[in-house]
């Protein structure tokens, strides 16, 4: 079974602080991927990586940053976390090459922004 | 607009009803259609994946895809609580193609 984790389940932070929000895969994808996911707006990508060392931006990158320096650790980086910052962070990760494009999700973290 | 539409519920039905879940889309550019399954404080996954048009049966759930009018749907037949989820459709332009296009999510409620 694939197994996606993610460092806490629930994050409360003040703003202005530096945000550290981590994810692990365990089956060797070459994807991962970072989404928020807010009510009534479903999943918004933020970044993703195809690779080591490897990031795009995603929909929403603004006051986040990415980094992957192994294949199965992909980090979110809340620069200077604001308010509206508050949400559900998902991590996914997918292997290259399926033709179902299946993305395997972690459990979540919510955060909130004081 | 958004590329993808989809109504965010609730959507609530008794036991053993037969259970229509839509979305709607603007570019016909897409090929590959998903539906994901969410359950209360756990991630997505993937419930049923369907390539251009046509229908797609596993189970109790058959996914349809009409390319002509932008409109893909998820039915579940003989729904059961364990059925109470949100469910989010997926899109994407081409096979192998990483980044997908989400709807919002429906929240289905299954009464016992």
């Known amino acids: 079974d694939v197994k996606v984790t993610q460092s806490s389940r629930y994050l409360v932070k003040r703003t202005g602080e530096k945000v550290f929000l981590e994810c692990v895969q365990d089956?060797?994808?070459?994807?991962m991927f970072w989404y928020r996911q807010d009510p009534g707006l479903g999943l918004r990508l933020i970044y993703f990586s195809y690779d080591v060392k490897m990031k795009e931006k995603g929909d929403i990158p603004e006051g986040y940053s990415v980094s992957r320096e192994k294949k199965e650790r992909f980090s979110l980086i809340l620069e200077s976390a604001s308010t509206n910052q508050t949400s559900m962070y998902l991590c996914?990760?997918?292997?290259?090459?399926?033709?179902?494009?299946?993305?395997?999700f972690g459990p979540g973290t919510r955060l909130t922004v004081l | 607009q958004k590329e993808v539409e989809q109504d965010p519920g609730p959507l609530s039905v008794p036991e053993g009803a037969i259970v229509s879940l839509n979305c709607t889309y603007s570019?016909?550019?897409?090929?590959?259609f998903m539906w994901y399954r969410q359950y209360s404080r756990k991630g997505p996954e993937l419930l049923m994946y369907t390539y251009s048009s046509g229908n797609k049966e596993d189970g109790r759930f058959t996914a349809q895809v009409d390319k002509s009018s932008k409109y893909i749907s998820l039915f579940i037949r003989d729904s059961q609580p364990s059925d109470s989820a949100t469910y989010l459709c997926?899109?994407?332009?081409?096979?192998?193609?990483?980044?997908?296009?989400w709807g919002a999510g429906t929240k289905l409620i299954i009464k016992p």
């Open positions: 089956m060797d994808h070459e994807n």
């Open positions: 997926a899109m994407s332009y081409r096979r192998s193609n990483y980044q997908l296009i």
């Open positions: 996914a990760s997918s292997l290259s090459g399926r033709a179902n494009n299946e993305q395997f």
């Open positions: 570019n016909s550019a897409f090929q590959y």
